[in-house]
């Protein structure tokens, strides 16, 4: 198994390498938090909740797994719309995905384009998020599907730092929030 160096913390790292649906779960909650806050959160919730099975997500009250989210620090800075996203996403992989995150990736071996089309269906991810994620298992989880570069776009583009996709350590780290930085720059120059 590849290491990661995503949340900058061995433990959560650990848990993002050996679980799918925690990988997947730190990506959805990369948003309006920096991007090794998100990347931790799965962690917190597994230390909060004895684990982090899709299935157990899905199926917990909504108010409990809410207070898990909840608990100082915690998991995102808006817990209320991120953990009903959170269970959402739980349920759609153990109803179409046999509660395994990773059939998203493998199952019926897909295409990049068809996983593409798989990761943009679920709660949460939209366009770029999908992307970001192909690229994420791509280069750092050796998904080889046929044509994941093209489906990821410019994410899938060898030696850049522009996303989590591109971040093996506190270095690429650094660089891929100076390439944030200067887009949202130009954003505002626009």
Do not use: C
Request: proline share 6%; hydrophobic share 45%.
């Amino acid at each position: 198994m590849t290491e990661l160096h995503l949340a900058g913390d061995a433990a959560a790292d650990e848990l993002l390498a050996a679980n799918p649906f925690a990988l997947l779960t730190g990506m959805l909650l990369d948003q309006q938090i920096p991007m090794e806050v998100a990347f931790a959160g799965p962690a917190k919730l597994a230390d909060r909740l004895g684990g982090l099975d899709p299935k157990q997500v899905a199926e917990m009250d909504p108010d409990g797994f809410l207070e898990a989210f909840r608990q100082t620090p915690a998991v995102h800075r808006f817990p209320k719309s991120m953990a009903g996203r959170v269970q959402d996403l739980a349920r759609v992989i153990v109803e179409d995905y046999d509660g395994d995150a990773s059939r998203i990736w493998t199952a019926g071996d897909p295409d990049g384009a068809e996983v593409l089309a798989r990761l943009k269906a679920l709660p949460g991810f939209g366009e770029q998020k999908a992307r970001i994620f192909l690229a994420l298992l791509g280069k750092q989880r050796g998904v080889e599907a046929p044509g994941w570069r093209e489906a990821a776009g410019d994410y899938g583009r060898p030696d850049v730092a522009m996303s989590i996709a591109d971040v093996t350590g506190p270095e690429t780290l650094v660089a891929v929030r100076e390439y944030k930085q200067a887009q949202k720059a130009k954003k505002k120059q626009a």
